[in-house]
């Protein structure tokens, strides 16, 4: 990933991936690849990364409804901070709704 900065920024129109790399935190609905889902769970794993990118990452992830993910965001139910836990709920419970696990 090179640059340290692990944020998200909003999808450009005409891209087919997330820009890792810039800021912000809007994401609209796209067909996520597994790579992307790979960097999604390293920019939520890494202490560097900042709570707005966290938070967005951890809602990609729900919006996409991997059931890969589960393991990461069921970690982050126990997470210090509530809004994390409380994204991490909802993207288990979006990912359950829509495979039925």
């Known amino acids: 990933m090179g640059d340290q900065r692990l944020e998200l920024k ?5 891209r087919d991936r997330p820009d890792l790399h810039a ?3 809007d994401l609209v609905a796209h067909h996520f690849t597994q790579k992307d889902v790979t960097e ?3 920019i939520i794993s890494s202490p560097v990364t900042r709570r707005a990118a966290r938070l967005a990452a951890i809602r990609a992830l729900g919006r996409w409804g991997d059931p890969s993910a ?5 970690s982050l139910t126990n997470h210090q901070d509530i809004d994390n836990r409380r994204y991490a709920r909802e993207a288990i419970g979006s990912i359950r709704l829509r495979h039925g696990v």
Request: aromatic share 6%.
């Open 70 to 74: 589960l393991e990461l965001l069921s």
């Open 10 to 14: 909003g999808f450009e129109e005409g």
């Open 23 to 25: 800021e912000g935190e």
């Open 40 to 42: 999604l769970a390293d």
